[in-house]
C-alpha cells in the first residue's frame, strides 16, 4: 500500500501567518487598518506577553530590525527563525518523515511556561 504523501503543515501554516502579518501591517502602515487596544494594557494597566508584537511587525515590515527589537525581541527572534523552521518542514514532508514526538516531560513544560512569564515580565518592565 502506497503511503499518501506528508503534508508540510507547519510551512504552510507558518506561510499563512507570514502572509496575513503582511498584509496587517501593510494596512497599518498605510492608515487602512486601525488596531484596537491591547485589553490587558486598558482594562488592567499592565502589558501582556505580546504587547509591541504589532509595533515589532510593523517595524519588521518596514525593514526596521533594531526598532522591532525594541518593540518585541521574542517577536524577532521568532520571526528570524521562521525560514527555518518553514526549510524543515518541507524537507520532512519532502522525505516522508514523520512529525517528531512533543516533548512530555514536565522539564519542558516549566521552561515553556518561564519563557512565557519572562517575556512578560520583560514587556511589564519596560512598560510597553
Known amino acids: 500500500m502506497k503511503q499518501a504523501p506528508r503534508i508540510p503543515w ?10 496575513l502579518g503582511g498584509l496587517l501591517a501593510w494596512s497599518a502602515t498605510r492608515g487602512l487598518l486601525s488596531l484596537p487596544p491591547c ?11 505580546t504587547c509591541g508584537g504589532t509595533r515589532a511587525a510593523v517595524a519588521m515590515w518596514e525593514g526596521h530590525l533594531q526598532e522591532a527589537f525594541h518593540w518585541h525581541p521574542v517577536a524577532v527572534v521568532l520571526a528570524l527563525l521562521t525560514p527555518f523552521a518553514m526549510a524543515w518542514d ?8 514523520p512529525y517528531p514526538d512533543l516533548p512530555d516531560h514536565l522539564g519542558w513544560r516549566l521552561a515553556a511556561l518561564a519563557a512565557f512569564l519572562a517575556t512578560w515580565a ?3 518592565a519596560r512598560g510597553i
Open 10 to 19: 507547519l510551512a504552510l501554516g507558518l506561510a499563512g501567518a507570514l502572509g
Open 39 to 49: 485589553p490587558s494594557k486598558t482594562l488592567l494597566g499592565i502589558s501582556c506577553a
Open 90 to 97: 518541507l524537507v520532512r514532508a519532502w522525505r516522508g518523515w
Open 122 to 124: 520583560l514587556q511589564v
